[in-house]
């Protein structure tokens, strides 16, 4: 999978925080059963990997992937999960080789045109735009359209209910 796919199940990646592992597979079924099959699960609490390995095995059709991945550590223990995916909050290019090395898929997160450049230069044309909101939303996409016609962008942070039709627009 080539994380350009993930845009194809969807235009919703829920940004998951799990706290208590046993939590896990119902909230993944429950976002399944409501048409949401790719999921990000967020390494900011101690049990994210155990949880995102249970959904990974009780919980099959569901897309899977490591979010707030800041370490090549964290790109590895998720792809020896099985994460199909991880997302990261900015971008280095040590860590967007190291997921090219091991084959795991990344959506990079940038919020300036130079992190965009870079990322383009190891390869990476569908980025995360993070923190979203704060750092120009709508009127930044808007923007990175003329000189970055080619990269597809996911935004996140700070998109609520009232502006997301604005921003899938």
Not at 18 to 26: C, G, L, N, S, Y
Not at 73 to 98: L, M, R
Not at 114 to 124: C, L, P, T
């Amino acid at each position: 999978m080539k994380t350009l796919d993930l845009a194809n199940y969807g235009p919703v990646i829920p940004v998951i925080v799990i706290d208590k592992v046993e939590d896990a597979v119902p909230m993944a079924e429950a976002l399944l059963e409501g048409g949401i099959k790719v999921l990000e699960v967020t390494l900011r609490t101690s049990c994210a990997i155990e949880a995102m390995d249970r959904i990974i095995k009780h919980v099959p059709e569901a897309i899977v992937g490591a979010g707030t991945v800041r370490t090549k550590a964290d790109a590895s223990a998720a792809k020896s999960i099985g994460c199909q995916f991880a997302v990261s909050p900015g971008y280095t290019s040590e860590i967007g080789k190291h997921c090219l090395d091991i084959g795991l898929p990344l959506l990079p997160g940038v919020s300036t045109g130079s992190e965009v450049m870079m990322a383009n230069n190891d390869g990476y044309y569908f980025l995360k735009l993070f923190p979203a909101v704060a750092v120009g939303g709508i009127n930044l996409l808007k923007g990175f359209a003329g000189p970055f016609s080619d990269v597809k962008f996911c935004p996140t942070g700070g998109v609520t209910v009232q502006s997301a039709p604005d921003f899938l627009s």
